[in-house]
């Protein structure tokens, strides 16, 4: 009688590919939900900047506005404060992901150049989220 030998492969190789498999599908199932999610997760980015500008011959103060929405998702400027006095011009702006705004506002009140000023802008995405942006701004006179 004649052993027929049975080759196949060993249980620890065996267990290497199974491991080896198991792993490489749960890389690719993680970066198919990170692709297909990723899109779903919202980014408020709104880039700020302001300039408060005092006219020395009128007294007048402006402040020039400048709104980047770096984000992914549209979001609505709903007011904006200047040493907590709201600026009494101002309409409800939207901003699209990728569009710049910018605006000059007339202030009301006495302004001085060289004193800083606080700007606060206030706003809420497209889903009603609300975000603030914060500015520090050194009232500087034309030239």
Do not use: W
């Not at 989220?129 to 006179?141: C, T």
């Amino acid at each position: 009688m004649q052993h027929k030998s049975k080759k196949g492969i060993s249980s620890i190789l065996g267990t290497v590919i199974v491991l080896a498999i198991t792993i490489a599908l749960g890389a690719l199932l993680y970066a198919y939900s990170q692709g297909m999610f990723g899109n779903l997760t919202q980014n408020v980015s709104v880039n700020a900047q302001a300039q408060i500008i005092i006219n020395p011959s009128t007294s007048q103060a402006y402040l020039q506005l400048t709104l980047v929405n770096d984000g992914n998702v549209n979001v609505n400027i709903t007011s904006v404060y200047v040493n907590g006095q709201p600026v009494s011009n101002f309409n409800l702006t939207s901003i699209l992901p990728g569009q710049t705004y910018q605006h000059v506002y007339l202030l009301k009140g006495v302004y001085n150049a060289g004193q800083y000023y606080t700007v606060i802008i206030y706003g809420t995405t497209g889903v009603g989220k609300q975000f603030s942006v914060a500015l520090n701004v050194l009232a500087s006179e034309t030239t």
